[in-house]
């Protein structure tokens, strides 16, 4: 029996609520704004009849479809952020529906300066035909994470609907603040229950990831010598310079956002506060092994000696702090995480793209925690920008995906 998909409707309404994550916030969540999803995401919930659906005090929504099998299943959780990235605009967000795309340019009303074009995403060759849903050009859409908001809500409510659909325990999780990295800080795993997850987060359909980068943080504290200006000579080694120094002997043409792809990793200056007596640099290192963070790491720090050199009287320490680890650590030890999650596309006549993503999920950190999480399509594009994009069609079947693992996982425990 077809499906009676709501994904297109509630995507619609879920993108209006403003929920842009502050980075700068020191908050939990970041901005309280995010708890209006949140609230309204708990109420849908409870009137589909799932009845301990909440919003807590940290602004996470947890909720419980029972099992109807009489066997015992793991309990599966499926997981989406409700915040929005800081990257752009998400106040006064208008979704427009592109019916039946045809390959055109789509230009965007509110500010026809900001046009999406098959040339510049090529996903969209594959949606001809689909419907396309856009912002109108002064915003984000929201569609990170939002479509996977919407989709884990219609999976849900087929399920409810469909009680001949076997499947055991599922537990429902939606976060704040995965945008600006705090996404599972403050989650209890305790009250969730979960033995394993998925996070519905990824681009185009098909997607699944089971393999993050690993993350470190590196400062680089300098300390240079000030004096008066008019009086240095012999004396100043100024900080600012010495800043200046380290970023210019660092690889340019390798080891850099700009200048790698698939599994090479990078050294990434993300902020510079320098003035003549002391300097502090931030950066991001970025490997999909512990053993090529490490190797970057040491190339940071022989670059910093080797500047030193140059001024004898400073000094400077290179602070390394870990962010996130490849989730493929945890994946492998149950692969049936992620091939359930590809037996599922097949199933509903989808090729799955087994793929690492060049950036961390809840689902690395979750992993970690002791939840096994993999991140599978949700149809998003262009994220973070005003060129946003999503087919109404890949959410549906994101949400047919879901309903499919949670049939699997039933099949799978007889």
């Known amino acids: 029996m077809p499906f009676q998909h709501t994904v297109l409707e509630r995507f619609l309404r879920y993108v209006q609520v403003d929920t842009q994550a502050d980075p700068n916030s020191k908050t939990f969540p970041s901005t309280e704004k995010q708890k209006d999803l949140g609230r309204l995401l708990a109420q849908e919930l409870q009137d589909m009849g799932i009845v301990d659906a909440h919003l807590d005090e940290h602004g996470y929504v947890y909720a419980t479809i029972p099992a109807n099998v009489g066997h015992k299943v793991p309990v599966i959780c499926f997981c989406s952020h409700m915040d929005t990235s800081p990257d752009a605009s998400g106040s006064g967000v208008k ?88 996404g599972v800080d403050k989650v209890d795993l305790k009250k969730l229950g979960a033995d394993y997850a998925y996070t519905i987060d990824s681009e185009d359909r098909g997607c699944m990831e089971d393999e993050t980068f690993s993350a470190d943080a590196a400062t680089v504290e300098i300390e240079g010598i000030s ?131 060049r950036g961390g999920t809840d689902g690395s950190r979750l992993s970690f925690m002791g939840l096994p999480c993999p991140n599978v399509f949700a149809g998003e594009h262009a994220f973070h920008s005003r060129m946003e994009w999503v087919s109404v069609q890949d959410m549906e079947k994101s949400a047919e995906t879901i309903v499919e693992i949670a049939k699997i996982w039933a099949e799978e425990s007889r």
């Open 95 to 182: 979704p427009l529906v592109h019916h039946h795309y045809n390959g055109q340019d789509i230009v965007l009303p509110d500010d026809p300066s900001v046009v999406i074009r098959m040339s510049d995403h090529p996903n969209l060759a594959h949606k001809i035909g689909q419907d396309i849903v856009t912002a109108s050009g002064t915003t984000l859409l929201g569609a990170d994470n939002k479509a996977g908001v919407a989709a884990i809500m219609d999976a849900t409510l087929q399920l409810i609907r469909h009680p001949e659909i076997p499947h055991g325990t599922i537990k429902i999780l939606f976060t704040p603040d995965e945008e600006v990295g705090r």
């Open 227 to 357: 004096a008066h200006p008019g009086l240095a000579k012999g004396k100043m080694e100024n900080a600012i310079k010495i800043a200046t120094d380290i970023l210019a002997a660092l690889p340019k043409d390798h080891l850099t956002p700009e200048t790698t792809s698939g599994r090479e990793g990078f050294i990434h200056p993300g902020a510079l506060q320098a003035g003549v007596e002391t300097a502090k640099i931030q950066f991001i290192i970025r490997d999909f092994t512990r053993e090529g963070l490490a190797s970057h790491a040491q190339v940071l720090k022989d670059t910093v000696d080797g500047v030193l050199k140059n001024y004898p009287h400073s000094k400077a320490q290179v602070v390394i702090s870990e962010q996130y680890r490849n989730m493929k650590e945890v994946l492998n030890t149950c692969p049936q995480v992620a091939d359930y999650a590809e037996k599922a596309m097949r199933r509903i006549g989808i090729e799955p793209k087994r793929s690492a993503v």
